[in-house]
């Protein structure tokens, strides 16, 4: 649906010019969610807004549903793509209900249709519009402005949506609430995603597929699972063993995320104490995995002090876990603020 082919984008700068993105080629399916993650600066909100064209390529092409986006029309391109930004970006003087309905007022619909619309999408982002829609940005918490922030995305039922670190501003209880309402969401409703953060454990979560990018380049593109069971580079070992967001894993052992073993383990295949941390055996798995041990396998064995295996965890169960677990609390804000009901994680 969305394909970048070898895309550049240079910054004319007053030194030498800086090349925000440099030959990057990426291809969304539809009804995918791609997650771009890579350290600041590396170009992931250059490659974000040359999708809905705020930013022309230097070099290369991009197509949305085949088409080169320099022959669409600037405003029916963006019509078709909803952005969320970090800071929900909601104007003040409007009241959420207005703001949800920004697009749909551009399109001409009428008072009555835009107020239904708003109120179907504040219910699917959990703030019931009995209560949100007639309220200002300011009377909301940060948390609840980002899903006014996503509602109003998703206001004109756009088929692609970008969302730069949409939950980066909120703090790590309210985030992952927004995270498993994002999953929610996007069950539901089925959007093509190209989501950008730099929390390797929400691209874990959140992603179909991960795009790793390092100074404008991509540096892997792959689903979780296969970030995992074979890291690309040194640069992805170290992120994904990086402490920063991951600390809640260091208190789950393998031994409490091992399903029973399957039968022997082959000779020759990986084999963890089950004492290691997740934490630990992410950071193992990528040193395994640099060196393509197991390139093949879909997971690793667990054993004993003795040796002995107890379990097998895949590599598949081990990304799902490193998303889920971080940061991880029941303890929903917008759920204690009356907002919506049991989220399937
Ligand atoms: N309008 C601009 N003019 C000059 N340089 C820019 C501009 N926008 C971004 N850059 C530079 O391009 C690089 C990539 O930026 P950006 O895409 O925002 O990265 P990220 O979103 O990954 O943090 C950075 O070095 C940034 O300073
Ligand atoms: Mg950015």
């Not at 200002?136 to 006014?148: A, E, I, K, N």
């Not at 206001?155 to 949506?161: E, K, L, S």
């Not at 190209?194 to 795009?211: C, K, N, S, W, Y």
């Amino acid at each position: 649906m969305i394909a970048l082919e070898h895309v550049s984008k240079a910054f004319p700068g007053r030194g030498p010019e800086v090349r925000a993105v440099d030959d990057v080629s990426i291809a969304v399916g539809a009804g995918e969610l791609v997650v771009l993650i890579g350290p600041s600066g590396s170009g992931k909100t250059t490659t974000m807004r040359m999708i809905n064209r705020l930013e022309t390529p230097t070099e290369g092409r991009i197509t949305v549903n085949g088409r080169d986006v320099r022959d669409l029309n600037e405003v029916d391109l963006r019509r078709g793509i909803g952005y969320v930004i970090q800071q929900g970006g909601l104007f003040p003087h409007f009241t959420v209900a207005d703001n949800v309905a920004v697009v749909p007022r551009l399109l001409g619909w009428s008072r009555q249709k835009r107020r239904a619309r708003a109120h179907e999408l504040l219910a699917l982002v959990g703030l019931p519009p009995e209560r949100f829609a007639d309220r200002y940005p300011r009377q909301l918490s940060g948390g609840q402005q980002q899903r006014v922030g996503v509602a109003r995305a998703l206001a004109a039922d756009p088929p692609i949506v970008l969302m730069d670190e949409p939950f980066g501003a909120v703090d790590p209880i309210t985030r992952k609430g927004l995270q498993k309402e994002l999953r929610r969401i996007q069950a539901e409703v089925q959007k093509t995603i190209v989501f950008v953060t730099h929390d390797i454990a929400e691209a874990f979560l959140l992603g179909d597929r991960i795009v790793l990018m390092a100074d404008g380049r991509v540096v892997q593109d792959a689903t979780p699972a296969d970030l995992l069971r074979n890291p690309a580079d040194p640069f992805v070992t170290a992120f994904i063993g990086e402490d920063r967001g991951l600390r809640g894993l260091q208190f789950t052992t393998l031994e409490e995320l091992a399903e029973p073993a399957p039968g022997a383990a082959t000779p020759g295949a990986m084999v963890l104490s089950g004492a290691l941390s997740i934490l630990d055996a992410g950071r193992e798995l990528g040193r395994h995995g640099a060196n393509g041990r197991h390139g093949t396998a879909n997971g690793f064995w667990v054993a004993d002090a003795g040796g002995n295996p107890t379990g097998y965890v895949s590599f598949q169960r081990f990304a799902a876990t490193l998303g889920e677990t971080v940061g991880a609390s029941d303890a929903d804000p917008g759920s204690a603020d009356g907002g919506h009901g049991g989220v399937p994680a």
